[in-house]
DNA sequence: TACGACCAAATTGTATACTAAAAATTGGAG
DNA sequence: CTCCAATTTTTAGTATACAATTTGGTCGTA
């Protein structure tokens, strides 16, 4: 099955936001990206709209389609909010998890350490995005996890940010092991306790997050 | 500010759907949908790209738009997710809460009440989503606002239907009543604990069921 | 009758042409 | 030189024309 032009267009668009290559406030031009992509306005118009749908451009109405990362007061909300996800899909994990899911998780736990240990963010981040979305899965409620996916690569640029705080990388994985913990032992509070700590930016010193924000929104 | 063909266009095909005019399943032909609005096919076509971004329909290339209404194991598992949206909103709420927004919620809930009395399901309807929605403003989290708006208004029809069971209009309000002696006391647990079961609407155990079933089946 | 290939109608996806509204520019008055 | 207004230019929004793909049916053959 080969993807429709204009959904590819809007993956790619997607995909160079959240890279950090189209910047906020960035106007996407109908034309110009017409031109980059060699077709016509057409499907660029509809990918933009859909961009829009989602949340990660803005359209004004014969003015044109921006990039809008969000405030940092917004980022702060969607991080409040994706720790209540997060807490909630650890809590349904921790009731429905078989062996076999908890094995996956340490097994990615593992390979997360090992990238620690390489201090290989990339790696890092890749195996954690695995783990939290295998988490997401074993919550057996997928509207949660489609919609705790969706939060999670919105984050994406800012988490990645985050990771590069000096120490921060080693912290999260010490995190990781207790919650994994908690799950073998069906401690489905303990879990949530140190999910929502893991996840809330409070836990970070708040300087370290303002001037990751300000370095990347700082280019327009 | 007038708003956009296309735009229209979405906004009167979900309120469509939502209403319950264009079933599950149901085609959303462009000719003919440009036909019913005076258009051409291009703002519908634009339309159409949106709501399938929202969820609300399914869009299969070259094949053609379908309305796709949530199977019952997805509805519960919305139900889920927003029973878990509106306890944090609650839960922030309880604490931020002035004198002034409490009485507007009181003023809300009095016209609930005589809506109740009057059996005017559809007025009943109408205050209970503009107390939620207060609610959610209340929290202070304007993400989570929006993000509990937008799925409160994805599962409204269904909500509708619940409210038709007899009995249910009367504990709903003896539900409100409770959380918003809660809310004055900025008894936040309190006001969770009565929330979640508020809207949950069959209770844990079920989804529970629901959810582990749909694991074994295999269905995602 | 059953099955398959091929053709035709319908419908989606894309390109292009046209319209209308907003930004940019130019020209004049003060 | 500055400010404002009229005009030009650019660009978003829409219509229409065309291409490509699916689907249903028909015809022919085993």
Redesign the interface.
């Known amino acids: ?1 080969d ?2 032009p ?2 590819k267009i809007r993956d790619s668009l997607e995909q160079r936001i959240v890279e950090g290559e189209l910047g906020n406030g960035k106007r996407l031009d109908e034309t110009e990206l017409s031109r980059f992509y060699g077709v016509s306005r ?1 499907p660029v ?2 990918a933009l ?2 961009l ?3 949340g990660l451009a803005e359209h004004l ?1 014969r003015r044109g389609t921006f990039v809008r990362s969000p405030s940092l007061s ?1 980022l702060v ?2 991080f ?2 994706m720790a ?2 997060e807490c ?1 899909a650890i809590r ?1 994990a921790a ?2 998890a078989t062996a076999n899911d908890i094995d996956a998780l340490e097994k990615d736990n593992e390979t997360c350490r090992a990238a620690v240990a390489a201090n290989d963010t990339k790696k890092y981040y890749e195996v954690n995005a695995r783990l939290h979305g295998r988490i997401y899965q074993m ?6 996890a489609s ?1 705790a996916r969706r939060l999670h690569d919105r984050l994406r640029p800012f988490r990645r940010l985050q990771l590069r705080v000096r120490g921060r990388m080693e912290e999260s994985m010490a995190e990781h092991d207790i919650i994994l913990a908690a799950l073998r032992d069906g401690d489905a509070n303990g879990a949530m306790e140190t999910m929502k700590k893991h996840i809330t930016i409070v836990g970070v010193r708040f300087n370290d997050l303002v001037s990751s924000f300000n370095r990347i929104m700082g280019d327009e």
Chains 1, 2 share one sequence.
Do not use: D, H, K
């Open positions: 099955m993807r429709l204009s959904v057409t118009r509809e709209q859909r829009a749908e989602s109405p917004q909300e969607m409040e909010v209540e996800l909630m349904l009731r429905r919550s057996g409620n997928s509207f949660l919609e």
